[in-house]
């Protein structure tokens, strides 16, 4: 029996690290960031992640870097005249105090230019996000699969806990 639950608390603690994926820095939490894999030869790619701000004063998010790509820029995806188009989102995201910002939610996502490498399922990629207040910190992407939107990944995400 001792055995069996030894071998049980193994498995879960090997569960656990993707359901923790998550970092903090000053009154920001930030919840599992992650790219959404890439097939062959593409030049860009999208990233999500959900900020939670404990805080009593707004933040920004103000910009992205990562290995993965060259460039980053916020965008949302709208559809006009049945034709999906990009608009960029200006000015950073707000993350309201006591509240959160969902990258991901309203076709928003962190547009990944000039990828360097096709962004494989199991690949953890180093990042920085940049905020106005909180600074930079230091974070790693997870990669989900093709057509995984912020809502799926979260219900994997909180169902874990
Ligand atoms: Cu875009």
Do not use: C, W
């Amino acid at each position: 029996m001792m055995r069996q639950l030894l071998a049980l608390g193994f498995l879960l603690s090997l569960v656990v690290p993707a359901s923790a994926h998550g970092f903090s820095a000053a009154d920001i939490e930030i919840v599992h960031p992650f790219f959404r894999e890439t097939p062959p030869g593409a030049k860009t790619g999208a990233g999500y992640v959900i900020l939670r701000n404990k805080g009593s004063e707004p933040d920004k998010l103000i910009g992205i870097e990562t290995e993965a790509a060259a460039k980053v820029t916020f965008h949302r995806t709208v559809t006009e005249n049945g034709m999906a188009k990009m608009l960029p989102i200006e000015g950073g995201l707000e993350i309201p105090a006591g509240g959160e910002y969902r990258l991901g939610l309203d076709g928003s996502h962190a547009m990944l230019e000039g990828l360097t490498a096709p962004i494989g399922l199991g690949f953890l990629l180093n990042g920085t996000l940049i905020f106005e207040k909180a600074g930079r910190v230091d974070i790693t992407f997870e990669v989900e699969p093709v057509g995984t939107t912020q809502d799926k990944a979260m219900q994997e995400h909180e169902g874990e806990h």
